[in-house]
């Protein structure tokens, strides 16, 4: 469905972030017809560049990063005539009337400014952007994460950030949330009879989430080296996943209870202090080794010359929701860099039978088991027990329901970037993060942090290539459960 036309400011309109993932999503969206003219797309940053450099910077990241079937030669050329660009001091006085000049005849569209930068310049933007008078009733602000370190630079970005606007015109990013296979899993619980009735601490045993990447951290060392697995992906998706699993039905679909239920599971977490965080949190930090039979250095040499560094790369934990729903039921969290595969999966391992009235015959009765894919190859298997086919009596076997999305839908599944910025220009917030749901994602959060360094103890060292260092793997089997792979 096409939006009204209105005017998007990238900050940091020449990073990482707006080649690789805004640029390529706004042209999907503009090459499907969603944008109306007289739509304008201008990127910011501090460097010196003219309007025809900056576009042909984003032709290039679009032939990098979007697929060549996908790039007609009509709709790119569309798309970069919707570009401009202005050279500006987030911090100081050059290019801000510069940029109110360019705006000043879309007075009345959404005006949204994309604020892909370091959250240090959050501040400086936001209050920027009020004393140049370029905040109009329609401005939406949308903050990248990270959105801090912690609960207190946290707090003071949105206090900085609360100071200028009014919640209703923040929209903080997690773009998990943007997933299409995130948004199933609202359809799977919501939209099924099947599956609320067993979605309690009576029926599942246990949860399982993992988040692995077979990547590095790369060129990204210098942000990843202050941030590390707990603070780059738990504190945030991770978490906005388990809020999925674990919440109560909202009421509603609007974004106030959405989040009202999510930000209910947050403060229902289990705390995670001194006194456990040696029992239920596990940290690790790939060591060289081979992923894909690829040789791939250790996160130390890719830091570079002479680094030393306890940043985790990997990060296991066994949560708990403090709630009638889900008390005693572990919450199992994995996520690392340089694993043996990519893949983000959450596993609903649902109990065993009560009886088995099959007697030793029948053999191993498996327990039910409910694995959602995420990505890459989106599905949902649901495994059942059946009977093993043939005259030989009651032998049983387990076999997945499988529901696979390329199979079912032949359709592009459409990156996060794409949904999210259109939620933006069209105001919906249910799938960003409210204020007071991050903060207590750090509330959570912190007190692991501190007792980690409280802890002095280094990361547990892991061969790239492989599930973590043993310890994750002990993690779970002392409760006598195994993480989930697919057999
Ligand atoms: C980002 C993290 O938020 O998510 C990265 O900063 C990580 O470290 C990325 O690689 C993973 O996102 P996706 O969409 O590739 O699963």
Known sequence: VAVDPFDLVVFGGTGDLAHRKLFPALFRRDHDGQMTEPTRIIGVSRKEMD?????????????????????????????????????????GEAGWSDLKDRLADGLDRVRAFYLATSPDLF???????????????????????????????????????GDVLDESQIYRIDHYLGKETVQNLLALRFANVLFEPVWDSAHVD?????VAEKIGVGARGGYYDTSGALRDMVQNHILQLLCLVAMEPPGELDADSLRDEKLKVLRALKPIGDATVRTLTVRGQYRGGAVDAKS???????????????????????????????????FYLRTGKRLPTQVSEIVIQFREVPLSIFGAAGGFLAPNRLVIRLQPDEGVKLYLMIKDPGPGGLRFREVPLNLS??????????DAYERLLMDVIRGSQALF???????????????????????????????????????????????????HEDP
């Open 206 to 210: 246990h949860v399982q989430i993992t």
């Open 51 to 91: 309007k025809k450099a900056f576009k042909a910077e984003v032709k290039e990241a679009l032939e990098t990063f979007v697929s060549a079937e996908e790039l007609d030669k009509a709709a790119v050329t569309r798309f970069l005539a919707r570009l401009d660009y202005v050279t500006l001091d987030a911090t």
């Open 296 to 330: 791939v250095p250790g996160y130390i040499e890719e830091l570079g010359d002479g680094a030393a560094s306890n940043t985790e790369t990997f990060v296991a934990l066994k949560a708990e929701v403090q709630t009638w729903r889900w008390a005693g039921v572990p």
């Open 433 to 483: 993060m409210r204020r007071d749901e991050v903060e207590a994602a750090w509330m959570w959060a912190d007190p692991i942090l501190e007792a980690w360094s409280r802890l002095g103890q280094p990361p547990a060292s892991y061969t790239a290539g492989t599930w973590g260092p043993s310890a994750a793997v002990a993690l779970i089997e002392r409760d006598g459960r195994t993480w």
């Open 405 to 414: 999305f390329a199979d079912t839908f032949k359709v592009r599944n459409p």
């Open 123 to 161: 501040d400086a933007i936001v209050h920027n952007l009020r004393d140049h008078s370029l905040i109009t009733p329609k401005t939406r602000v949308v903050l990248e994460k990270p959105l801090g370190k912690d609960l207190e630079s946290a707090r003071e970005i949105n206090a900085a950030v």
